[in-house]
C-alpha cells in the first residue's frame, strides 16, 4: 500500500463528506481499500484534522542511549 500524506488522506475524507462521490470510488480513484478509507474518515469525524499528525516525538541517538544506560545502572524496566 503506498504511503499518504496527510493533506491527500483529508482531502480524500473531504471528498466523501462534502461531495457526492462514494466511499468505494473514492477508494479506488486514490488506490487503498475501503475500509482504510473508512477509517480516515472516523478518525476524521471525531478529531478533525488533529486525526492525522503525528503524535511522536523523536529523540537523538545520544539521548535513547543514555536512557538505556541509566536503565541498565539502575535496574528500571520501562514497565
Not at 34 to 39: D, E, F, I, P, S
Not at 53 to 74: G, I, R
Request: net charge positive; proline share 1%; aromatic share 14%.
Amino acid at each position: 500500500m503506498a504511503k499518504f500524506k496527510n493533506e491527500e488522506k483529508i482531502n480524500a475524507v473531504l471528498r466523501y463528506i462534502n461531495g457526492n462521490e462514494s466511499l468505494l470510488g473514492i477508494a479506488n480513484h486514490i488506490g487503498v481499500h475501503k475500509r482504510v478509507l473508512q477509517y480516515w474518515v472516523r478518525k476524521y469525524q471525531y478529531h478533525s484534522e488533529k486525526a492525522f499528525l503525528k503524535s511522536y516525538t523523536n529523540y537523538p541517538v545520544q539521548y535513547k542511549l543514555d536512557v538505556l544506560d541509566y536503565m541498565n545502572e539502575h535496574g528500571t524496566s520501562i514497565l
